[in-house]
């Protein structure tokens, strides 16, 4: 009997060869199923209602795939581990390959090596590249129906900047630095600014404005008319200096937060991180969580990929004549189950039944359990 295998043996490479096909079909059913209703039968009313043109319709639903292909590739990896570890078992290759010595926890390393690798392109495409191409494509719908494209905070712009100093007993505590705040936006200027500078120990500066505008050329912004106030340590104004025009260096991130926080589908990791310190100041709970859980399920939803290759493989691996329709219908059942289970959950974490993240991983978490008891009973 072998003891021992290689971490990539012929039987690996056999049996990543089995997910290849399944996977491909899965992937290409399940994401033009989910588009076609998430999607396409909208752009093609507004087509026929003479709202857009066919051009137009065709940019949206390529700008909206990689969106529906984040719900695929999940799908896909199911459909693929079931319908390869059915097959092996239906051929009783399963059996024959355990009596040589693979362990059924051996034999799914090819999926869970598979699962990991579709996981971290689904993280790429669901935090680099869903957020800019949706936002795109309901800005040319906006545009093509003739409608205002204003997708942005048009008042009380707050925004604070925290950095980490070392008090004298050597500990590191989190201080405001910098704290921006602009009554209107129309977006591209800010008016009526109020900017509170802190980043020199000894002295703050308190800047007011009529209006801001970021340059990205000077990656800074152009404030126009206003005053700036240097305050001692000891609170006592120090000067006083009016200006018409003056460069503040202040990072990007107020613009971000006044035209990338509306829509929390349009919305990447690092414009989350943006968003929620700017709502440390508010009393907005509810908003802080749901953002919360969008930030987790920028995590949550590729691991799905690793569960659901888990889960697969797990069935797969029971004695059983299974053919590829009944694999389908399993997965879509595994796969309504699951989603069900994830909109419970995350709902209560949102409204804070549960925190958010434990309502965005709980999933996962039953997945890979299923997954565990049905191989110890598989044995």
């Given at each position: 009997?072998?003891?021992?295998?290689?971490?990539?043996?012929?039987?690996?490479?056999?049996?990543?060869?089995?997910?290849?096909?399944?996977?491909?079909?899965?992937?290409?059913?399940?994401?033009?199923?989910?588009?076609?209703?998430?999607?396409?039968?909208?752009?093609?009313?507004?087509?026929?209602?003479?709202?857009?043109?066919?051009?137009?319709?065709?940019?949206?639903?390529?700008?909206?795939?990689?969106?529906?292909?984040?719900?695929?590739?999940?799908?896909?990896?199911?459909?693929?581990?079931?319908?390869?570890?059915?097959?092996?078992?239906?051929?009783?290759?399963?059996?024959?390959?355990?009596?040589?010595?693979?362990?059924?926890?051996?034999?799914?390393?090819?999926?869970?090596?598979?699962?990991?690798?579709?996981?971290?392109?689904?993280?790429?495409?669901?935090?680099?590249?869903?957020?800019?191409?949706?936002?795109?494509?309901?800005?040319?719908?906006?545009?093509?129906?003739?409608?205002?494209?204003?997708?942005?905070?048009?008042?009380?712009?707050?925004?604070?900047?925290?950095?980490?100093?070392?008090?004298?007993?050597?500990?590191?505590?989190?201080?405001?630095?910098?704290?921006?705040?602009?009554?209107?936006?129309?977006?591209?200027?800010?008016?009526?600014?109020?900017?509170?500078?802190?980043?020199?120990?000894?002295?703050?500066?308190?800047?007011?404005?009529?209006?801001?505008?970021?340059?990205?050329?000077?990656?800074?912004?152009?404030?126009?008319?206003?005053?700036?106030y240097q305050i001692d340590k000891n609170g006592s104004f120090n000067s006083i200096r009016q200006f018409e025009t003056e460069f503040l260096d202040i990072s990007e991130a107020p613009l971000v937060l006044a035209t990338r926080c509306q829509n929390v589908n349009e919305m990447s990791l690092d414009v989350i991180d943006l968003c929620l310190d700017s709502l440390k100041l508010s009393r907005n709970q509810k908003k802080i969580r749901t953002l919360q859980v969008t930030k987790q399920?920028?995590?949550?939803?590729?691991?799905?990929?690793?569960?659901?290759?888990?889960?697969?493989?797990?069935?797969?691996?029971?004695?059983?004549?299974?053919?590829?329709?009944?694999?389908?219908?399993?997965?879509?059942?595994?796969?309504?189950?699951?989603?069900?289970?994830?909109?419970?959950?995350?709902?209560?974490?949102?409204?804070?039944?549960?925190?958010?993240?434990?309502?965005?991983?709980?999933?996962?978490?039953?997945?890979?359990?299923?997954?565990?008891?049905?191989?110890?009973?598989?044995?």
């Amino acid at each position: 009997m072998l003891r021992s295998f290689p971490l990539f043996s012929l039987v690996d490479r056999y049996i990543m060869a089995q997910l290849v096909l399944p996977f491909l079909f899965g992937l290409g059913v399940f994401t033009s199923l989910s588009l076609s209703i998430g999607v396409l039968f909208d752009v093609m009313r507004k087509v026929v209602a003479n709202e857009i043109t066919w051009a137009i319709a065709g940019q949206v639903l390529v700008l909206r795939l990689p969106e529906y292909l984040v719900l695929g590739l999940p799908m896909a990896v199911l459909l693929g581990s079931l319908t390869a570890y059915s097959g092996l078992s239906s051929f009783s290759e399963i059996i024959a390959l355990r009596s040589a010595g693979f362990k059924p926890i051996r034999l799914m390393v090819p999926c869970i090596v598979a699962g990991l690798i579709v996981s971290v392109v689904t993280f790429g495409l669901n935090d680099l590249v869903v957020p800019t191409t949706t936002r795109q494509a309901s800005t040319l719908i906006q545009q093509a129906i003739g409608e205002d494209v204003n997708a942005f905070k048009e008042k009380n712009i707050i925004y604070p900047e925290y950095h980490r100093i070392k008090n004298e007993a050597g500990d590191r505590r989190e201080v405001l630095k910098t704290l921006f705040y602009a009554e209107q936006f129309d977006g591209e200027i800010m008016q009526r600014l109020t900017i509170l500078d802190r980043a020199d120990v000894d002295t703050s500066l308190v800047i007011t404005a009529n209006s801001a505008q970021w340059h990205p050329s000077s990656q800074g912004w152009q404030i126009q008319q206003g005053s700036i106030y240097q305050i001692d340590k000891n609170g006592s104004f120090n000067s006083i200096r009016q200006f018409e025009t003056e460069f503040l260096d202040i990072s990007e991130a107020p613009l971000v937060l006044a035209t990338r926080c509306q829509n929390v589908n349009e919305m990447s990791l690092d414009v989350i991180d943006l968003c929620l310190d700017s709502l440390k100041l508010s009393r907005n709970q509810k908003k802080i969580r749901t953002l919360q859980v969008t930030k987790q399920e920028k995590f949550a939803i590729p691991f799905v990929c690793v569960v659901f290759a888990v889960v697969g493989a797990a069935i797969g691996l029971r004695p059983q004549n299974a053919s590829r329709a009944t694999s389908v219908g399993l997965s879509v059942a595994i796969v309504f189950a699951y989603y069900l289970i994830s909109v419970i959950s995350t709902s209560m974490g949102v409204w804070g039944t549960v925190t958010p993240f434990v309502g965005t991983w709980l999933p996962n978490a039953l997945g890979l359990g299923a997954a565990a008891l049905i191989l110890w009973r598989t044995g």
